[in-house]
């Protein structure tokens, strides 16, 4: 009897802990299909990086793009806005520097 209970604790709790892990890693990243955003934490805030298809990273920011000092962004949400903005000019072959206008549209200071 126990070790039928063991069997089925190990059936129920290994797909959910699995199906849990897989939420947990893709609410971090995002992509677009040519690219792949992921935001991790750093000292004070959050950062970001993009990487190609074949995982190469091709922009880490740890800080926000465009203002003249070192200032992590505030919130994930913050980090995962500029990236996605970021990744879609990739997209479209545009020049992926972001401005302090585009900053401001988007709410952040």
Do not use: C, H
């Not at 190990?10 to 299909?33: A, E, N």
């Amino acid at each position: 009897m126990i070790l039928n209970l063991k069997k089925k604790f190990v059936i129920v709790i290994v797909p959910v802990l699995l199906f849990l892990l897989g939420v947990y890693l893709w609410r971090d990243s995002y992509s677009t299909g040519e690219f792949e955003t992921r935001v991790y934490e750093v000292n004070n805030g959050y950062g970001y990086n993009i990487k190609t298809s074949n995982g190469q990273i091709i922009i880490k920011q740890d800080y926000i793009p465009a203002i003249q000092y070192k200032k992590a962004f505030t919130s994930r949400e913050d980090a995962e806005r500029v990236a996605f903005a970021i990744a879609e000019k990739l997209k479209r072959n545009e020049n992926p520097k972001i401005s302090i206008s585009e900053l401001k549209m988007m709410g952040i200071n």
